[in-house]
């Protein structure tokens, strides 16, 4: 029962941790798809499977729609983004009633989004067959799915009074260029439409569930089962890690090849420089319209042509012994909070610097690569683009 | 003032966003590779097809009018050479780092025409930097009437003949990856705006200024393009086709005369 602005502010930072969990773990798994036909794939094989990652990245997009829109929500409500979240994995219960993991894909990485995503009515997904761990399925908690923490959170906004003192114009009603559906919040009417979208979204209706991310990982699994045997995934590790952190659960792998170590550190040092230019965004300290628009299309470039590529490049590097057959994984591990300097010209310094870092980082470890067959080779081409991405935002600082 | 026009269709395969720009098979975008295909590799090519689509019209950029001092050259030898463009253009947008979409500058840019003892061939220069405004182009397809006369129809039914061939070819090809590449090509052609495509288009303006490379017949009245001064190229791209991977580019190169004010 939610009672209070703090309540309702805390019910959804939770939400934003658990959108930007979910889609973190849909990332994973739609980067560690086999994509080669050197790696064992027929043509046919590539392009289904070619199928099958579009759709969980387009879940994924519409998951980070999510987190946009609940931070429009805490902005609407006066309170501020929320981009902090613990390091994988997490185990169920510890902070959500699920079970977090960085999972390559397959069998029992559909059965857990299944789970996240299990529409009110809907009777639990058959458990995977392989070594999935008992605890897996939700537990019945204060919420046992996300559907359900958004009817808390609903409730509370249509019954509380006074609750949306936020200004509309800090709100993202822009639709980044990839047809995400953000929604402005001006009352409880938009909010309750805001939340409803969501988990439309996600679970679909009792009638029609078919374009739901129920839905079409519902129809992943159905056609995964029928291909005994066929393995589309990488040899991806489970919660692949560099370093240990205190909120981190159990069951990590340890990146411990040097240049795949290097890579994984350098990929979410460039995570977290994202979601600081996205705090930044949605944080508004005196940016002007010019820098906000710079700092909306930097975020969503270093997604693109610097993250991903990186991901993909991990998901083919060893992840200890070079004679294993184990590959590493992006980690997306938050090494330190994300927290802003209350100062404009200091966070836009921070970004350099760290813009700098990155591709200096970069630089080095593509001069490592054997040839174009070399993972790293492919780190020339990000070295650039981070380059260009500080040159850009270097240019709003004149 | 020489004034050389050309028009065709191009090849241009890559992917789009959200995809990395240098995404191999078109994952995220609505561009993909077809089973079977080569990776894409994001050139624009203005002949020489890599993989071209059964139906799809033929990649070619030729001349199409020459003009000496605004007098139309009726039967030059040049009208139906191939214009080129050299060492691998792209639009280099990088997911919009550089530019974004309809915006993005052509690089490198290299331009060479040639025959019958003539060889024309110039490039913008190496002065531009990050983020070459001055390269960028500005949105602009062609009209609706440009496109029936590009396409010979309107878009939907230019594409629906299309639609009928490849009907066809299904019924008939024994080839597993062909017919999975005909029936991905006959879902992607179903979308409802896949006709929309078309209207979409970008105009440049390049002003060709590094060290020309010129060859021209020692005839009396050979008019003797100018290497000292700027050439200046206009041309448009549009007719964007997703299903051929390809668009329809029409231009000019315009370049002094020796001895011309």
Known sequence: MISNREELTHALREAAELEHGLLLQYLFAAFSFKRRIDEGLTSLDQSLIGDWERTILRVAVEEMAHLGTVCNLLSAIGAAPHFRRPNFPQPIQRYYPFDFQLERFGDAALYRFLCFELPVGEPPPPRHLGAAPADVAPAPLVYSRVGELYGQIKKAITTLPNLFIGPQEQQDKDDWGNAMKLLLVKDAATAAQAIDSIVMEGEGTAANRDNSHYGRFLAIRKALGERPGFDPARRVATNPLTLPHDDAGAGVSWITHASSRRVAELFSYVYQTMLLMLAQFYSYGGESTEQRALLQAASRQTMSAVLRPLAEQLTQMPLDDPGSPMRAGPAFEMFTDIALSPALANRLVILDERFATAADECDVLAAAAAGEADPLFRLRTIAESLRLLRVNLTATQA | ?261
Do not use: C
């Not at chain 2, 720009?21 to 894409?40: A, N």
């Not at chain 2, 303006?205 to 100018?226: F, G, H, K, Q």
């Open chain 2, 1 to 261: 003032m020489l004034t050389i026009s050309f028009q065709g269709w191009i090849q241009v395969r890559l992917a789009t966003d959200p995809d990395p720009f240098d995404e191999p098979r078109g994952i995220s975008g609505y561009v993909r590779t077809l089973p079977g295909e080569p990776d894409f590799d994001r050139i624009i090519r203005l002949h020489h097809p890599v993989a071209p689509r059964p139906h799809t019209p033929p990649t070619g950029v030729f001349v199409s009018t020459v003009a000496v001092n605004g007098q139309p050259q009726a039967g030059h030898v040049w009208i139906g050479a191939p214009v080129e463009w050299l060492h691998g253009p792209k639009f280099e947008g990088r997911n919009g780092i550089i530019a974004e979409d309809v915006l993005e500058p052509v690089l490198p840019f290299v331009m060479r025409v040639t025959a019958a003892g003539w060889h024309l061939e110039r490039g913008v220069g190496a002065q531009h930097q990050h983020p070459f405004k001055e390269l960028w182009g500005e949105g602009a397809g062609y009209s609706p009437d440009e496109l029936s006369a590009i396409l010979g129809a309107t878009p939907a039914a230019f594409l629906q003949q299309r639609v009928v061939a490849l009907q066809s070819d299904l019924t008939a090809v024994p080839d597993a990856i062909a017919a999975e590449g005909i029936r991905r090509r006959l879902a992607f052609l179903s979308r409802p705006d896949t006709g929309d495509f078309f209207r979409w288009g970008m105009r440049w303006r390049y002003s060709l200024e590094s060290t020309a490379s010129v060859s021209v017949p020692a005839a009396p009245l050979t008019p003797v393009p100018d290497a000292s001064a700027p050439w200046i190229t206009t041309f448009q791209i549009g007719a964007w086709d997703p299903d051929a991977l390809g668009a329809y580019l029409r231009g000019m190169i315009v370049i002094p005369l020796v001895g011309a004010n």
